[in-house]
Each structure stands twice: as C-alpha cells, then as structure tokens.
C-alpha cells in the first residue's frame, strides 16, 4: 500500500502560483510530511517540512490540513527553473525511519 | 561544508562485469543510505547503515550487490556480476539525527549513472 499519492505531472508558467497536493491517508500520529527537489542529473534536495497546519520557508509553502491525510506544496511565482520532479514523502522521524519516495511529481514551467 | 560525494559519475561496462560505487558522506553524518534509481522512476532505497551497521538492506540484491561501510564513514557499493537490468542511477544519501526542526534531512550525491551493455 503506498504511502503517498501524487500527480504524476503538471505544467505551469512563469510567474504563476503552483500548488501539489500530495494524499497520504494512513499518515500516522509520530509522522512528518517532508518534500524533496529533483533535477536531472542531481540527488535530490530537501525543501520544506512540517507536522500540522503552515510552514513557510524562503522557497515554499507546506499546507497540512487539520485531519493531516493530505498536504499541498505551494511554489510562488514559479520560473523556468523551478522544472523538476516534486516528490511527497512521510515518516517517523525516529531511528527506524526510512524514506521512501514515490514516483513524484514532475513539473514543467513554460515561458 | 563539503556535500556528500560519490565517484565515479559515469560508469559503462559490459554484462557480467564487477563495478563498484564509492560515497562519502558529510562529515558528522551517521546515516548513509544507497539508493537507485531508474529513469522515470523515485529513488529506491537498497541499503541504509547507522554508522556501520547495516540496519535495513531487505531491497538490496544479495546475491550480486554488496556494501560495506568501514569505520562508519565513507561507503562502498559493488554489483559482481552486473546485468543489464542494473542500468540506473546509483545515489548516496547521508543524514544526521538530531533535535532540529529539518531533523533527518536526506542530503544526496550527485549519483553514479551506470550503463550496462
């Protein structure tokens, strides 16, 4: 059973807001909702972290809903250099943690 | 800070060959992980160590792959024999526990694309 379900693409522009929504329903109480960054021909990098309701760093927005089963990564204003696959990952951040990537997200920004 | 670093970045051999991987993580890291990655594909973990223990290699083909990570530090992955289907990118990932807010933080290699003809 996966552990997090994202579109697989999505395609914006240059100057737009974009926001990826990640399900991941059988969250658990000790879990945390972590997003990578991948370009090609890179490892990818962490973004953003949170554990309930609004994170907010220098590159994004990490919304995590009361009931926690989702959570939306938000770009602002994205650019061409923000083409990469966008990938939703949750776990325990204990010792037994293992992260596990889906497939992601891969978005493409268009002139 | 030095990232983490893995040689070599391109590797192409025939079937059948050995090949082997070389990772060294930032320093201070205790958790080193290998993943691969197929094109298209997310990472998948084959192999995490918490200094130099391997702690969770169930994905990691045994009977080709090994690792080892002597003295908890730098780390080395080798596929003998290799197959085609072990084409993919090869990544090293090292993080380090520790009550802070990124606590776990992955930070990856640029990775080690192997072609197998």
């Known amino acids: 059973l996966a552990k997090t379900t994202q579109p697989i693409s999505m395609d914006s522009y240059e100057g737009q807001e974009v926001n990826i929504t990640c399900s991941h329903n059988n969250i658990a109480t000790n879990d945390y909702i972590t997003w990578y960054q991948q370009f090609p021909s890179q490892g990818p990098r962490f973004i953003i972290q949170g554990y309930k309701t609004k994170v907010t760093n220098e590159v994004a927005s990490l919304f995590i809903p009361a009931d926690r089963k989702s959570s939306t990564l938000s770009l602002p204003r994205v650019s061409l250099s923000d083409t990469a696959v966008y990938y939703c990952?949750?776990?325990?951040?204990?010792?037994?943690?293992?992260?596990?990537f889906g497939r992601g997200t891969s978005l493409i920004v268009h002139p | 800070e030095a990232g983490v670093v893995q040689s070599p970045r391109y590797k192409i051999i025939e079937k059948k060959q050995p090949v082997a991987f070389w990772c060294n993580p930032i320093?201070?890291?205790?958790?080193l992980y290998w993943y691969r990655q197929n094109l298209g594909q997310g990472p998948e973990l084959l192999i995490r160590y918490e200094n130099e223990e391997a702690v969770d290699d169930s994905q990691l083909p045994k009977d080709r792959f090994s690792a080892e990570r002597l003295k908890g530090v730098d780390s080395t992955l080798k596929i003998q024999p290799a197959e085609l289907g072990d084409s993919a990118v090869y990544l090293c990932?090292?993080?380090?526990?520790?009550?802070?807010?990124?606590?776990?933080?992955?930070?990856f290699g640029e990775g080690s694309r192997l072609t197998v003809l």
């Open positions: 990952l949750v776990g325990d951040k204990g010792g037994s943690y293992i992260p596990t």
């Open positions: 320093s201070g890291h205790n958790t």
């Open positions: 990932a090292s993080s380090k526990r520790g009550g802070t807010s990124r606590d776990g933080e992955l930070f």
